[in-house]
């Protein structure tokens, strides 16, 4: 097994105007894909970041406030999951409930060093 | 992940409703806007966490928690003063009596407050509708138009128009007491009776927002009667209506979303438990002298839904319910509904008669209705040809598509 994360990329929920209603049936699509992984005994832990923040760059260490980029980019947050390959992790991520608002998943193999 | 990941039914949609009734209270009328935004930020902090990390022990507790936060930040940046907010020193603002106003019996208060502040007098019912279906609902402006067959610049503009008008009113957000409620409690209830009707009788396509409005009519009904100084027998008989009618709603409508008449409808599906509310609220709502329309009218929906088949419906009992209810009010529709009553009774004339005399008073594009029910009189007196003629000048009146179907179909069967 090895480890995978899925980092989540997409626009700030900020600007998509969600009501009420909408907000628990997108709760409700996240919670169906854990429940996915669950079923498949596949561990899954993550955390949520807040769409703004501050970023440092460059030798003179600019520092600057987020919002970062163009608000589709905005990374929401990120699982690492256990899985057997590449292909599983993707089968996994094809279960990411925001493709329909634009969304992305990035699949990234955590690197380990055997000694 | 041992998380809980089941959300209650409509958990945002009614925390939004409890959310902005405090912050109202907290900020004023004037502030809506504000309350409104700090109650959307809210969610959506809620949604980028919970996705991630499953619900949290008590999910509105930690809405209310981010809220009240963003409440007082509000306050700091913008050196807003509150009556609630007397003292701002260099700590920061005075959470104590903030903390007061999230308790759960003054969360109710507050929402209830809500209620009769949307039911301000100044405002038409249209816009008392629209306005408290978004405060005090949580409904969004698309949905609401759904739910009303309107477009969103309709709504929007009712919303706005009732904002603005409570805002000029010198609004005193509180429960009324005394004379007010007398005067206040009956526009409430006619709120919640509209906002049930619309949901049971629009002839809209969607059929999950219209049960939706049903149920959030009987949940506004029941907050009210919550309350100690609200238990009026006039709301627990609009709750009983409420629940005779609501227990049909599983046999109205089949597969193909096409309406079931009534005499067709499969019995078994009626919801049993709440025809046992239904009862309940009854026994309740009869602990008066005097009985209001709605008692009358969850007195003839009782009736409808004891016997065990159509053919023993007890017509002359509803006959008397409706004589009772007309005196009290004699619109149009009671009217047309008792001289249906009058043709299963096999009183054809005096129907007839009774027909003929709403005409003058119907608009027209309500005529329709008329020459539907003297169809059925003519078939009811095997006179086909004749009610298939009314019929037809019936399906060409009638606005709605979904009417139009259903009495072609009546057409067809009886071709």
């Excluded at chain 2, 990941?5 to 945002?12: A, E, G, N, P, W």
């Excluded at chain 2, 539907?372 to 037809?392: D, G, Q, S």
């Amino acid at each position: 097994m090895k480890d995978f994360m899925l980092i989540f990329l997409g626009a700030s929920y900020e600007e998509l105007g969600f009501s009420p209603e909408q907000i628990q049936e997108r709760m409700g699509r996240w919670f169906a894909w854990s429940e996915e992984m669950n079923a498949k005994g596949i561990e899954h832990t993550g955390h949520a970041l807040n769409p703004t923040g501050r970023s440092i760059s460059g030798p003179d260490k600019v520092i600057s406030d987020g919002p970062f980029l163009e608000g589709k980019e905005i990374v929401g947050g990120y699982y690492i999951i256990k899985v057997k390959d590449y292909d599983a992790a993707v089968e996994i991520a094809k279960g990411f409930p925001e493709f329909d608002l634009g969304g992305t998943v990035e699949i990234r193999e955590v690197m380990v060093f055997d000694n | 992940m041992s998380k809980d990941l089941k959300i209650v039914d409509h958990l945002f949609r009614h925390q939004y409703g409890k959310m902005v009734a405090i912050l109202v209270r907290l900020f004023g009328f004037n502030a809506i806007e504000t309350a409104e935004d700090i109650v959307q930020e809210s969610f959506l902090k809620a949604l980028a966490n919970w996705k991630i990390n499953g619900l949290p022990d008590n999910p509105e507790a930690w809405l209310i928690r981010v809220a009240k936060n963003l409440a007082i930040d509000y306050f700091r940046k913008n050196k807003v003063h509150s009556k609630y907010l007397d003292q701002q020193s260099e700590t920061g603002v005075a959470t104590i009596p903030i903390d007061n106003l999230f308790l759960d019996k003054e969360i109710e208060d507050a929402q209830l407050r809500m209620i009769f502040a949307c039911c301000h007098p100044s405002l038409n019912p249209s816009d008392q509708i629209a306005l408290t279906l978004q405060v005090v609902s949580g409904f969004s402006i698309q949905e609401i138009a759904n739910a009303l067959l309107l477009n969103k610049d309709q709504i929007k503009k009712r919303i706005q128009r009732a904002k603005a008008k409570l805002k000029t009113a010198n609004l005193k957000l509180k429960i009324p007491e005394g004379k007010d409620l007398i005067a206040r409690l009956p526009i409430a209830e006619k709120i919640i009776y509209l906002i049930f009707n619309e949901g049971y009788y629009s002839s809209g396509n969607d059929q999950v927002i219209r049960e939706e409005l049903c149920f959030e009519a009987m949940r506004l009904a029941r907050m009210l009667v919550n309350h100690p100084l609200l238990k009026h027998p006039d709301i627990y008989a609009l709750l009983g209506l409420m629940c005779f009618h609501a227990c049909r709603l599983p046999s109205r409508v089949n597969a193909r979303s096409e309406i079931i008449l009534f005499e067709d409808q499969d019995r078994s599906l009626w919801n049993k438990e709440l025809i046992f509310l239904a009862n309940q609220y009854m026994y309740k709502a009869v602990e008066t002298t005097q009985f209001s329309t709605y008692h009358y009218q969850a007195a003839i929906a009782a009736e409808y839904v004891k016997p065990e088949k159509f053919e023993d419906t007890n017509w002359t009992k509803i006959l008397e319910w409706y004589e009772a209810l007309v005196l009290l009010d004699s619109s149009p529709v009671f009217l047309i509904s008792r001289a249906i009553v009058n043709i299963y009774l096999n009183q054809f004339g005096l129907a007839t008669k009774e027909l003929d005399a709403i005409e003058q008073r119907l608009p027209k594009n309500k005529q329709f209705m008329l020459n539907a029910v003297r169809a059925t009189l003519f078939e009811r007196k095997k006179e086909i040809e004749k009610a298939k003629k009314y019929l037809l000048t019936a399906i060409d009146q009638t606005p709605s598509v979904s009417e139009k179907k259903l009495l072609l179909k009546k057409f067809n069967k009886l071709s």
